[in-house]
């Protein structure tokens, strides 16, 4: 198999550079059953969802070209078809399902925890003061749920 590139569109350039790092692209399905490849954007984080035909990119939007994505998905079919790549498969690694978590989400996700954390601990205070009263009242042996132990606060 023949591939052509241009020596004159950048993109083609570009496209071999974008299948270089094939390995770090995330494959899907869409809701009808279409494969597509998610490649990395020219800025950090962002993602194309592009297969031999389309791509999500504003390059393929506002100009209707052929990308350096679907250029790049192009090349990785070629070598597909002569048996040089081969499709990622799924394995077993938990490290496979982890994301990569921004400072401000890390933030915000210490910040919900530390609000769960208050709820809890006032939670767990509003029972023990129920507890306490209830033992009081000569309750003996506490045993019951903190939905008792609230209905009783209420009460």
Same mark, same amino acid.
């Given at each position: /198999?023949?591939?052509? &590139?241009? +020596?004159?569109? $950048? ?9 270089? $790092? *094939?390995?770090? *692209? ?5 809701? @009808? ?21 389309? =791509?999500? =990119?504003?390059? %393929?939007?506002?100009?209707? +070209?052929? =990308?350096?994505? /679907?250029?790049?998905?192009?090349? *990785?079919?070629?070598?597909?078809? +002569? ?29 919900? %925890?530390?609000? @769960? ?6 939670? @767990? ?6 507890? +306490? %009263? &209830? ?6 042996? &506490? ?13």
């Amino acid at each position: /198999m023949t591939i052509e &590139l241009s +020596t004159t569109d $950048r993109r083609d350039g570009k496209a071999l550079a974008l299948f270089a $790092r *094939w390995q770090d *692209w995330q494959q899907g399905h869409t809701k @009808d059953g279409r494969p597509f490849f998610a490649i990395p954007g020219s800025e950090p984080g962002l993602l194309h969802m592009a297969d031999q035909n389309d =791509c999500s =990119c504003q390059d %393929r939007s506002s100009r209707g +070209t052929i =990308c350096k994505h /679907m250029r790049a998905v192009r090349f *990785w079919m070629a070598a597909y078809q +002569t048996g040089q790549v081969r499709p990622r498969g799924r394995t077993n690694d938990p490290a496979d399902d982890l994301v990569i978590l921004t400072e401000a989400g890390a933030a915000l996700l210490a910040e919900q %925890r530390a609000d @769960d954390l208050a709820s809890e601990a006032e939670t @767990d205070l509003a029972f023990a003061e129920t507890a +306490t %009263r &209830l033992r009081g009242n000569g309750a003996g042996a &506490l045993l019951m749920t903190y939905e008792q132990a609230f209905a009783s606060v209420e009460a």
